[in-house]
């Protein structure tokens, strides 16, 4: 059973300081990672994706990936009230019969406090 | 506006109750999969479609039906509900090929089985 774990958390951070969310899969045959996030309530969205060793920056966000470690993370900078969120790591096995397959871990909880 | 929507938006039923889940997308996307969220599991896979009859089972199919009768519809059936059905239910969709992992989730329905 290929699986991604997350810490459950919750992750405290103070506003202003850098939220760090670690995410780690067993098959070193993956392709395609994703960060998803959701707000309490609400439906999970795609903020970003990487799918090569090394950093991938989007505004405040970057995406590592350290595929011979098997771990892929999610660097918030200058958090805000507003990232308070659960954010899920999904990963596309390569090789599989499913198409368009996410496996998903099962989320952190990140709240930012002013 | 591009959405994906989910009919009913909560449920509560009883054991052995058919019910119908409905999922519609206007983005003309090809890909839809059903998802189930529950507390320290993260999003499982039910099924998903690749196109207007084409349907295949993702991780955990046992007590759903789909069909894809149309490309915009997406229904989830679940012929007689049990107690462990009770979820939180997320209908995606995405295009295919490389974006077929950029998926965009329904608001959600809360499905409680008695």
């Known amino acids: 059973q290929k699986e991604v774990e997350q810490n459950s958390g919750p992750l405290s951070v103070p506003e202003g300081a850098i939220a760090s969310l670690n995410c780690t899969y067993s098959d070193r045959v993956s392709q395609s990672f994703f960060w998803y996030r959701q707000y309490s309530g609400k439906s999970p969205e795609l903020i970003m994706s990487?799918?090569?060793?090394g950093d991938k920056e989007d505004g405040r966000f970057t995406a590592q990936l350290n595929k011979a470690s098997q771990y892929v993370s999610l660097l918030i900078r200058d958090s805000q009230p507003s990232d308070s969120a659960t954010y899920l790591c999904a990963v596309r096995y390569a090789g599989g019969t499913s198409y368009g397959k996410l496996t998903f871990g099962q989320g952190t909880i990140l709240t930012v406090h002013p | 506006e591009a959405q994906v929507t989910q009919n009913p938006r909560y449920l509560i039923t009883v054991t052995g109750k058919k019910l119908t889940v409905t999922c519609s997308q206007n983005?003309?996307?090809?890909?839809m999969s059903w998802y189930r969220q529950d507390p320290g599991l993260g999003l499982r896979q039910i099924y998903y479609s690749m196109n207007v009859e084409v349907t295949d089972k993702g991780d955990v199919p046992e007590g759903y039906k789909v069909s894809r009768k149309e490309k915009r519809n997406f229904p989830l059936i679940l012929e007689s509900p049990s107690p462990n059905q009770t979820s939180l239910y997320f209908c995606?969709?995405?295009?295919?090929?490389?974006?077929?992992?950029?998926?965009?989730f329904g608001p959600g329905t809360r499905l409680t089985v008695l």
């Open positions: 990487i799918y090569s060793n």
């Open positions: 995606a969709s995405s295009r295919a090929g490389a974006s077929v992992y950029t998926q965009y």
């Open positions: 983005m003309n996307h090809e890909y």
